[in-house]
């Protein structure tokens, strides 16, 4: 019986640090793909396929871009846009040669400079991109309308 006091305590005190890990994430929402596009064949969903960091000639504009592919479907050319999008906060770093995102008191490194003659970095995994299907309901009229999307968030890792 002792044991299983023990084992239900520290299970308890598992769950809140894992709790409190995962709710230390910062999300910003930067895409919203509604699932009834005309582009998305019957039993096929959007994934993401890659993300990478843009910098502009002057070094003084970052840009998150985000590249789709939709699965369970062999035609290569359907499928959403890529998201191109600057996010406030996220900025290059001459000093440390580096992507950052600068929020709240807090700079998190997203991404350290490869040397070389191209600009090329290696992400630190602390910011990344994800998206998710998630259930809407639009309640601006008489009748509420319910509808599912594919939602894209830029995440950061509180470290």
């Given at each position: 019986m002792k044991f299983l006091r023990y084992m239900l305590a520290f299970s308890i005190v598992g769950v809140f640090s894992f709790a409190r890990y995962a709710m230390a994430d910062s999300e910003i929402q930067i895409n919203s793909i509604p699932d009834d596009a005309s582009y998305l064949p019957t039993d096929s969903h959007?994934?993401?396929?890659?993300?990478?960091?843009?910098?502009?000639?002057?070094?003084?504009?970052?840009?998150?871009?985000?590249?789709?592919?939709?699965?369970?479907?062999?035609?290569?050319?359907?499928?959403?846009?890529?998201?191109?999008?600057?996010?406030?906060?996220?900025?290059?770093?001459?000093?440390?040669?580096?992507?950052?995102?600068?929020?709240?008191?807090?700079?998190?490194?997203?991404?350290?400079?490869?040397?070389?003659?191209?600009?090329?970095?290696?992400?630190?995994?602390l910011c990344k991109v994800t998206g998710r299907y998630v259930k809407h309901t639009d309640n601006s009229g008489f009748n509420p309308r319910k509808y599912e999307s594919y939602d894209v968030f830029f995440v950061v890792r509180d470290n």
């Open positions: 959007i994934s993401i396929w890659k993300t990478w960091y843009e910098l502009n000639d002057t070094k003084t504009k970052v840009r998150q871009d985000v590249r789709y592919v939709v699965v369970g479907d062999d035609d290569d050319e359907t499928g959403p846009g890529d998201t191109q999008v600057e996010i406030p906060g996220l900025v290059y770093d001459a000093g440390s040669n580096a992507i950052v995102y600068q929020a709240n008191g807090k700079t998190t490194v997203c991404a350290n400079h490869v040397s070389g003659h191209l600009v090329w970095f290696n992400m630190t995994g």
